[in-house]
Structures are given as structure tokens and as C-alpha cells.
């Protein structure tokens, strides 16, 4: 028998575009002889669909995509995944459902038994979980059928608070008693670089448990803030990794079920580099938040700064560099370095650029501002004048010629609220905003790998703000090294204060930089989405109070 | 025997505060000589606690607060909510619990079996269900101890597709079996208008089913956008509302359960109107955040428009007229009318105000521009700078007075995107971001019930932005009779486009609104928490996604 895996890259709600990729998938693996092909979790709506499956004429659609795809199953089944409705009386009213497609029919369905609800997920809102477990006989081969947390009653969290077995039930436990020939497990898992690992162990643990092959697929591309990896996996009955799709790419690839069965590991492709995945997880991140919102071209206002250098190599890369486009916005306080520096990179990337200085605008708010602030130092004030000036150029460009404003602010800033409201934390979407800055500098490293592309001065120079007479990050945070260790240890491994580990002589700055992360909470309520690599990432997966203490 | 209901208003966080208010509450019910004291769901955290229920310090600080106030229970017991460890090696970690408390010790724990994990709920992130049930005999009484959403086994939903019966247990139907002869139900439920009626019927039907009264106690004051109305009810077991406590105030009452089992009714205070509720409500939500934050004086800006008077009016009632302060920032486009009413309310209200032109920084950006900007016809984008530049001398003023800027964005704004991102939707906190623009009015007509505070100008001119020479909303907008009841139908009811039930002459602009609802997910993304008192505002509660076609 063989099976293809369809690995594909989904639009929430677009039904006729997700439709059309499901079906050539089918065409495609038929051509390769397939006699069934799988589909990823929620692939009919598109994951993550959110509060879409609240609304009655948008699940009675899903239901229409799947009939219709049904149909074109000739000669050949497909897995795919949708909500389904829960026709009991009680319950949620949703099933999150992997239907087994066949000549024009539903000749099967297994429902999602374990919701995760933690972090970015959010399944038990919508979905009832599955209490009852049964196998498909298909062609003579016994079927597991999973649905991607199924498989994960047993992980670790990078919270160290947090149980490793999060659910009271097991369903490979309870398949396992029907006595499965094969498992198959269709996800959408979003992308976090401190996971890699863990999802190849999940899916060892349970081949080798069990002793049986595991097949996933799982969904690529990115909606919004997730980034699907793809990377989907093969595992034989022994544990070994058959085969392992490739990272953000669509790839439909079709397997002898033979040659799983007998053991024989092919050659693997090497593993890519941490950064390496990084790099094009944030790429694809771009692309896709521009494709699926029907957006072209992007703005970004660049500093002379290394987050913005780096943000406008990434995003040049994912959308081209005649879709991108480069504002230099100095002041008063900008070194001549950092508009030399800018210009360089620009030049280099084939980025259109134009600077324009906000000394006018700035002068005419402080003379307008001269009477009510008399007699008044200047502060934190002035400072946000300047960095709101530049947002407000930057969405009059964006509104005038439909640019999407690129934010470019990282994961430290935002976690210790460096960076000013309505000011450089504005835009449509954050490309770095959960890459802590030590990581920054690897990203261009990384981008630097073959060629100069960011002048060496971008890199190596000390950060600053450049919003008041030789300001310099160090001013007001820790060396970015030791700032960064305490924001993971507190907000990835959620480690109270005083487990955080930390050379001795930077013990006190621990309660310090918490104070900072916990007091800027109602500026990141407003920040854009930003594109997710990691396990804990700002934004929806993170949710804190604002009108309390902590 | 005599039994207290606490109603207090607790800070997030705030253990030293919340263990005040429960001790002293405590001794005020002993001086009346009650046996027993009831507070609400999580009191010792504060609800909602968000993400900190994942930190093990929080959790380790909420068990220790329990026990020092069970410590102060002597000749008096006490039930307190708050969150426990799930010591079991699977499933979440904590559990959702109402903790007897006598002479030191935790005499008896209920924890939740129901967990709300909708619109703005989401307690399976973080708790186990209880799947077992007893009772505890308190002095010969049989005390059937509830958690909120556990008598809400069937409730009904605004939103039409939900089923009545969300869950697959019922709590009361269990704890029947044990013959109570009392039922506490403790809670932390935010207000709702639609909802008034809903809770009362909730609490009636299962008193006279089960013919067992139940004593309830919810949580008032508000944290950040959630506003708990109190309210805490007492009814018998002929379902008779025997007391409602008051809306939106701290109280601590003693009941004799022999009057209560006796089922004669005392005089009932008058129930409040809608309105007064949600003008309470507004008020109160305003008054918590800045006190929970540890601010005291807030900024507006004041366009001489009807949202921007009513939050003025609901602020100066919430800080007291001297900590609010109004800035007039009138443009070329602005009426003379708009500044002089602005001016009359301000007086009238006694808020010190101060009238700045923008006509400078923004001619000055107009200059700026005008090179890159040459050929091309004024368009949204000049608008949008006029609102920007206002958002940035408000924050100005904000960063260096220490106001909180508070947003007067009504609901069908934000619904339709008629606002600008970093302009006028830039804010701390949103006042009548969940007041559709229909309501704004019936509060204006509320605020001058005895005396005229709004100027009637204000009241019943066209709505205008004033962003371009004769702008009125009717221009891009339908009216807001019409906008409003398509809002309504399609945001808290999630009708279908097909099923919004309009009068057939405005059946056209149905697809058209929903199309600006849907395509503004972006804007609303990046707007400031806003006080809900509806059952589905925009926020926390209402969660779309962004790069999807729908």
C-alpha cells in the first residue's frame, strides 16, 4: 500500500483556495499511486480558525468543502480535517474531526480526544473531546487515527510548574487495545525553536512504546503570529526516523508503506541549524501575513540599528526588495553613522529608501508644547515625541501608497517596555518581536553568512535609542547577555525570582528587570502581532493582567 | 444559624489587600453574630488571575494568604475561593476550589466541576474539573458548596448556534443525591446587560427544582475591562428572590437561614434601570483601573462630539472633576460650535481644560510631505494625521503630567474601523468602547436626567469626525439606528448575513458592514482594553484572526 502525506499551506476561511490545494494534492498523489493521502488538522478551514467556529454559517461551510472533496476521492481515500458538529444535546457544540474521505463519502471519522487549552491554544473553547476510541480497517491495514495533541499526554513544558502528563486519559493507550497496525496523526503544530527536539521524541516515544510506524502530517506556512514548521514525520515501528519533510515548504511525497513496515532508514537529510529555521520561519512568517491579507508591499523606518537592519533584510528577502521600502527619519540625536550605515544596507539590498528628517515636526510640537510644559525638564516625553513623529511618517506613507508598516522592535524591548507606545512600537505586524536581542545579533550573523549584507557598524556598535544626547541602551538596562538570561528564565521557564540563576554579581538585578516586564504589560496589550518562534512568545499565548499587582 | 455574604472589590495580585478586606469582613460578620461567612470564586487571588496561575510563587502565595486567614476564623467559619494544587501526577495543575476555613485549618474543599472556557473565559487553561461531589454538614445544615458556572449546566446563549447545555455533568443533579438543604454558590461573574434577567433565572430554576435555597456571593469592582456587578442574590427554595445585594458596591450582609427557610419574602429594593446600570458600571470600571493601577488623574480629549462629552462626564464622576483634565486639539476643520460646547461642558463640569491648535505641527508635516506626497489628492491619509497628531500631545501630556489617557472610541467605531490606529484609538483604557453609539446617546440622556450637563448641541448634532471641510459619519456610514441593530445581530448574536433580520430597504448594507467589521480585525488588535458590559465586546472575549478571508 502506499500513502502520501500532503503538507500543505492553508488560508483561514478560504475555502476555495484550500479546497483547490487539497484537491491537486489528491490528483498528485493518485498519479503517484497512492491509495490514501493525508491532510493536516483543521485543513478545510484553516488553522487557527478562532472564534470563526462560533459562527454557524462558517462551520456549515466546512462541512460543504469536505463533501465536495469527497467527491474528487476516486480510486483513492483522503484524510482530511474539519470541525464537525456534536449532535448530542450536551457538549460543546464542535468536534475537531480528521474525516476518512472515499468515493463521494464520510466512510470515517475520529474526533480530537485531548484539547489543548495552554499558551497559543485555545481547542476546549470550541471542541468537545472525545471520549470513545475505535480503529479503521482500511485495505486490510489497522488505523490509529490521531489528531496531533492525542499523541502528547506525556511532554515536557518549558514551564517548570507545569505536569508532564496535562490529560487524565491516554488515547494511543486506548487505541493500542485494538490492536493498530499503523498510526496515523494529522496536526497543526505552530513552530518554537526550543521544540524541535520534542516533537521527534513525542513521536519516538509512542512508535517504540507501541511498536508501531507513526505517519503525521502537519500544516506549513504561517497565519498571522504561527508558523507552521511542516517537518512532517515518518517513524518506524523501532523508533527511527523514516523520514522527515521538509521545514516551511509545501511538499506532498508518497511512501510505500512496505519500506516503513520493513525498518530500513533511507538516507536522511541533514538537520538544519537553530538559526538556520529561525531565519526562514520569520521569512515565511512575512510572506504569508502579506499574502493572506492581500498585501504587497511593506514600509519600515530604519534606525541604524541592528533590529531594524535585520528586520528590513528579512522582510526584503520574503516579499523582494522592490516591495519594500526603507525610511530614514533622523533627528537631532541620530549619529551620522546610523543615516551612513542605513543608507549602505539599502544600497545593497536594491531597498528604495528616502530620508527625511523630523526636526520640523519636532520643533513645531515643542513650540507648541513650550507654554504647558514651562519651567519643566526635559524627559521620557521629548523622547516619545520624536519616536511618535516617525510613526506618524511611517503610517502617512503606509496609508498613502498600502504599505504595511513592518515593526521592528525585538522580544528584550518589548519585554522590558523599552520602546515608546504609538511610536517604533507601531506597525501591522512584528517581525522580531520574539527574538530576544542576543538572538538578533546570530540572525545577522546568520544573514551575513556568504556575504557583507549588514555593514559590520550595524552589528557591533553599542545599541541606543539616539533620542537624547549619547543615550545608550546601558543607560537604563542590563548588557543585553545577562538581561536576556533572566527574561528567558522568568518568562519562557516561568522560574519565580529566586530559582532565576544568575552569575552572583547580577543577583540584583533580577528583581529589577521583573518589575520592568511586569509593569509594562499595558504596552504590549497594543503592541501588533508578533511573528512566534519560541515556546512563550508576547501576545495571545501570554495573557496578564493589567489593573493588579505582580 | 446566621450566615454573612462578603461582597468585595479585590486587586489582582494584591494579597495584603484582598486578606484586609476578608479579615475585616470577617469581623464585622462575627459581630453579627454569624456562623458562617461566604466570599467569592478566587477572592484571594482576585479574579480573573490570568497567566499568573501558571507561576508556582503565585500559587505558593494564595495557599499561604488561606491559611493565614483561616487563622482569624475562630468561633466563625469562612469560605474563601482560591486556586489548589491538583496533587494527583495527571491533569492540569491546580483546581478552581472554595475552601471551608475554621479555627485554622481547611475544614472542607469543593472545587469547580464547570469550567467557563468562552468568550472571555478560559479556566480550563489553567484547572482540572472536579469530577466527584459530597457535601459538608455545618452544624446540622447540609451545605451543598458550588462554584459559579456549576449551576450553569443550562444557561442560555446570545449567540444563537451555542447549545443551552454546554456541559455533560450537572453539579446540582450529583450533589442532590446527598439531600442538601442549602446550596452556596460562589462567583466571580463580570457584568452583562443582556445578562440581568438570565442570572436571576439561573439561581431560580435550580432553588425550585431541587427546592433548596441558595446563597450566592459574587465579587464586585472591576479589573481592568471586566466590571463584577455584585449583586450577590439570595433565593428560596420556592424560587423567590429573598435579597439581591447592591450593584456595583462593596457590601457585607447577615441573613438568618431561619427567614430564609421560612420563605417570607422581605420588601425588595426596586430593580435599577439598564441604563443606570450601565452608567454605574462605566463609572465603576473607570474609578478600579486607576486605583488598581496606582494612578489618580486621567487626560481627554475633547472634539465636541457626544463620545468624547459622556466619557468626560463618566470620568469626572469616577476621579472627581479635578483629576480629569481636557484638551480641545480643534484643526482648520474643526466647528467653532465643537470647541465652544467643549468648553461649556468643561465649565460645567468644573475640569480644567486647556485649547490647543494643531494647525502647526500639521502644516508642518504637510511640508514635510508634501515632495513625497506631490501629485496625489488629499485623501485618509491627511485625516489620519490629524488624529495622530492629537493622540501625540495627549501622550504628551500623559508622559509628562502622569495622566492616563483614557479612549473615547464608541462600539460601532470600533465595529467599522471609523477610527484612527495611534490617533483617536489610542488610549489606556477605553471607556465606551462596548457602548454602541445608540447607547452613547440614551447615556448622554441618562448623565442629564436632572440637570443639563451636556450641552444639547453635543446631543443631537450629526456626528461628524470634522477630519475634512463637511465631513458627517453619514457619509461612509449608515445611520446609526440601522448600523447599530446590524451590529448587534452579527456581533452578540453571530447571526448569518442571511439571517440579520433589517427592514428591507437597508438589506443592501448588510453585506457591506459586515465586510468593514470583518476587514478591521487589524485595528481593533492594537486597541486598548475596554470596560465590557455587554455579552461579547471586542477583546479578550471576541478572538479573530487576522490574515483570513471571512
Given at each position: 500500500?502506499?500513502?502520501?502525506?500532503?503538507?500543505?499551506?492553508?488560508?483561514?476561511?478560504?475555502?476555495?483556495?484550500?479546497?483547490?490545494?487539497?484537491?491537486?494534492s489528491?490528483?498528485?498523489?493518485?498519479?503517484?499511486g497512492?491509495?490514501?493521502?493525508?491532510?493536516?488538522?483543521?485543513?478545510?478551514?484553516?488553522?487557527?480558525?478562532?472564534?470563526?467556529?462560533?459562527?454557524?454559517?462558517?462551520?456549515?461551510?466546512?462541512n460543504?468543502?469536505?463533501?465536495?472533496?469527497?467527491?474528487?476521492?476516486?480510486?483513492?481515500?483522503?484524510?482530511?480535517?474539519?470541525?464537525?458538529?456534536?449532535?448530542s444535546?450536551?457538549?460543546?457544540?464542535?468536534y475537531?474531526?480528521?474525516?476518512?474521505?472515499?468515493?463521494?463519502?464520510?466512510?470515517?471519522?475520529?474526533?480530537?480526544?485531548?484539547?489543548?487549552?495552554?499558551d497559543?491554544?485555545?481547542?476546549?473553547?470550541?471542541?468537545?473531546?472525545?471520549?470513545?476510541?475505535?480503529?479503521?480497517?482500511?485495505?486490510?491495514?489497522?488505523?490509529?487515527?490521531?489528531?496531533?495533541?492525542?499523541?502528547?499526554?506525556?511532554?515536557?513544558?518549558?514551564?517548570?510548574?507545569?505536569?508532564?502528563?496535562?490529560?487524565?486519559?491516554?488515547?494511543?493507550?486506548?487505541?493500542?487495545?485494538?490492536?493498530?497496525?499503523?498510526?496515523?496523526?494529522?496536526?497543526?503544530?505552530?513552530?518554537?525553536?526550543?521544540?524541535?527536539?520534542?516533537?521527534?521524541?513525542?513521536?519516538?516515544?509512542?512508535?517504540?512504546?507501541?511498536?508501531?510506524?507513526?505517519?503525521?502530517a502537519?500544516?506549513t506556512g504561517?497565519?498571522?503570529?504561527?508558523i507552521?514548521?511542516?517537518?512532517?514525520?515518518?517513524?518506524?515501528?523501532k523508533?527511527?526516523?523514516?523520514?522527515?519533510?521538509?521545514?516551511?515548504?509545501?511538499?506532498?511525497?508518497?511512501?510505500?508503506?512496505?519500506?516503513?513496515?520493513?525498518?530500513?532508514?533511507?538516507?536522511?537529510?541533514?538537520?538544519p541549524?537553530?538559526?538556520?529555521?529561525?531565519?526562514?520561519?520569520l521569512?515565511?512568517?512575512?510572506?504569508d501575513?502579506?499574502?493572506?491579507?492581500?498585501?504587497?508591499?511593506?514600509?519600515?523606518?530604519?534606525?541604524?540599528?541592528?533590529?531594524?537592519?535585520?528586520?528590513?533584510?528579512?522582510?526584503?528577502?520574503?516579499?523582494?526588495?522592490k516591495?519594500?521600502?526603507?525610511?530614514?527619519?533622523?533627528?537631532?540625536?541620530?549619529?551620522?553613522?546610523?543615516?551612513?550605515?542605513?543608507?549602505?544596507?539599502?544600497?545593497?539590498?536594491?531597498?528604495d529608501?528616502?530620508?527625511?528628517?523630523?526636526?520640523?515636526?519636532?520643533?513645531?510640537?515643542?513650540?507648541?508644547?513650550?507654554?504647558?510644559?514651562?519651567?519643566?525638564?526635559?524627559?521620557?516625553?521629548?523622547?516619545?515625541?520624536?519616536?511618535?513623529?516617525?510613526?506618524?511618517?511611517?503610517?502617512?506613507?503606509?496609508?498613502?501608497?498600502?504599505?504595511?508598516?513592518?515593526?521592528?522592535?525585538?522580544?528584550?524591548?518589548?519585554?522590558?517596555g523599552?520602546?515608546?507606545?504609538?511610536?517604533?512600537?507601531?506597525?501591522?505586524?512584528?517581525?522580531?518581536?520574539?527574538?530576544?536581542?542576543?538572538?538578533?545579533?546570530?540572525?545577522?550573523?546568520f544573514?551575513?553568512?556568504?556575504?557583507?549584507?549588514?555593514?559590520?557598524?550595524?552589528?557591533?556598535?553599542?545599541?541606543?535609542?539616539?533620542?537624547?544626547?549619547?543615550?545608550?541602551?546601558?543607560?537604563?538596562?542590563?548588557?543585553?547577555?545577562i538581561?536576556?538570561?533572566?527574561?528567558?528564565?522568568?518568562?519562557?521557564?516561568?522560574?519565580?525570582?529566586?530559582?532565576?540563576?544568575?552569575?552572583?554579581?547580577?543577583?540584583?538585578?533580577?528583581?529589577?528587570?521583573?518589575?520592568?516586564?511586569?509593569?509594562?504589560?499595558?504596552?504590549?496589550?497594543?503592541?501588533?502581532?508578533?511573528?512566534?518562534?519560541?515556546?512563550?512568545?508576547?501576545?495571545?499565548?501570554?495573557?496578564?493582567?493589567?489593573?493588579?499587582?505582580?
Amino acid at each position: 500500500m502506499k500513502i502520501s502525506v500532503g503538507q500543505l499551506n492553508y488560508h483561514i476561511g478560504n475555502f476555495k483556495r484550500n479546497k483547490e490545494l487539497i484537491c491537486d494534492s489528491i490528483a498528485r498523489a493518485k498519479s503517484d499511486g497512492a491509495d490514501l493521502v493525508i491532510f493536516s488538522e483543521l485543513c478545510i478551514p484553516g488553522y487557527p480558525p478562532l472564534d470563526l467556529l462560533d459562527r454557524l454559517d462558517f462551520v456549515e461551510k466546512c462541512n460543504q468543502t469536505v463533501l465536495e472533496i469527497a467527491r474528487e476521492c476516486n480510486g483513492i481515500a483522503a484524510i482530511v480535517g474539519s470541525p464537525t458538529m456534536n449532535n448530542s444535546k450536551e457538549g460543546k457544540k464542535l468536534y475537531n474531526s480528521a474525516l476518512m474521505l472515499s468515493e463521494g463519502k464520510v466512510i470515517f471519522t475520529a474526533n480530537k480526544a485531548l484539547l489543548p487549552t495552554y499558551d497559543i491554544f485555545d481547542e476546549y473553547r470550541y471542541f468537545e473531546p472525545e471520549k470513545r476510541f475505535s480503529i479503521f480497517d482500511f485495505k486490510g491495514i489497522r488505523i490509529a487515527l490521531t489528531i496531533c495533541e492525542d499523541l502528547w499526554d506525556e511532554q515536557p513544558f518549558d514551564n517548570e510548574f507545569e505536569k508532564t502528563r496535562l490529560y487524565t486519559i491516554s488515547p494511543m493507550e486506548e487505541l493500542s487495545r485494538h490492536y493498530p497496525d499503523l498510526v496515523i496523526n494529522i496536526s497543526a503544530s505552530p513552530f518554537a525553536y526550543t521544540k524541535i527536539k520534542t516533537k521527534n521524541d513525542i513521536f519516538i516515544s509512542k512508535a517504540r512504546k507501541y511498536g508501531i510506524p507513526i505517519i503525521t502530517a502537519n500544516q506549513t506556512g504561517a497565519n498571522t503570529e504561527l508558523i507552521f514548521d511542516g517537518a512532517s514525520k515518518i517513524v518506524t515501528s523501532k523508533g527511527k526516523i523514516f523520514r522527515c519533510m521538509p521545514f516551511f515548504e509545501e511538499s506532498v511525497e508518497t511512501f510505500n508503506l512496505g519500506n516503513i513496515f520493513s525498518g530500513n532508514i533511507p538516507i536522511q537529510d541533514p538537520e538544519p541549524e537553530t538559526i538556520a529555521l529561525i531565519h526562514k520561519a520569520l521569512i515565511t512568517g512575512i510572506r504569508d501575513y502579506f499574502r493572506k491579507t492581500n498585501f504587497t508591499r511593506a514600509i519600515i523606518g530604519l534606525s541604524g540599528g541592528i533590529d531594524s537592519a535585520v528586520s528590513l533584510c528579512l522582510a526584503s528577502e520574503a516579499l523582494g526588495n522592490k516591495n519594500v521600502k526603507a525610511l530614514l527619519l533622523p533627528s537631532r540625536y541620530s549619529s551620522e553613522n546610523s543615516v551612513s550605515d542605513s543608507i549602505e544596507l539599502a544600497k545593497t539590498l536594491g531597498v528604495d529608501f528616502e530620508v527625511i528628517s523630523i526636526e520640523k515636526p519636532f520643533k513645531a510640537l515643542e513650540e507648541l508644547l513650550e507654554h504647558a510644559f514651562s519651567g519643566l525638564e526635559p524627559d521620557v516625553t521629548e523622547e516619545n515625541i520624536q519616536a511618535r513623529i516617525r510613526a506618524l511618517i511611517l503610517m502617512a506613507f503606509s496609508n498613502k501608497f498600502g504599505y504595511i508598516l513592518l515593526n521592528t522592535s525585538n522580544k528584550s524591548e518589548a519585554a522590558v517596555g523599552y520602546g515608546t507606545l504609538y511610536g517604533d512600537m507601531a506597525g501591522g505586524l512584528s517581525i522580531i518581536g520574539d527574538v530576544y536581542k542576543t538572538d538578533v545579533i546570530k540572525l545577522a550573523r546568520f544573514i551575513n553568512r556568504n556575504s557583507k549584507i549588514i555593514p559590520e557598524d550595524i552589528i557591533v556598535k553599542p545599541p541606543s535609542a539616539e533620542l537624547r544626547p549619547n543615550q545608550l541602551d546601558t543607560d537604563s538596562l542590563p548588557e543585553y547577555k545577562i538581561l536576556d538570561s533572566i527574561l528567558y528564565q522568568y518568562i519562557e521557564l516561568q522560574r519565580p525570582a529566586d530559582r532565576i540563576e544568575i552569575d552572583d554579581s547580577y543577583k540584583n538585578l533580577v528583581p529589577k528587570v521583573i518589575r520592568m516586564i511586569n509593569s509594562n504589560e499595558y504596552k504590549r496589550y497594543q503592541a501588533p502581532p508578533a511573528l512566534r518562534i519560541s515556546s512563550k512568545a508576547f501576545g495571545d499565548g501570554r495573557k496578564m493582567p493589567l489593573a493588579a499587582i505582580y
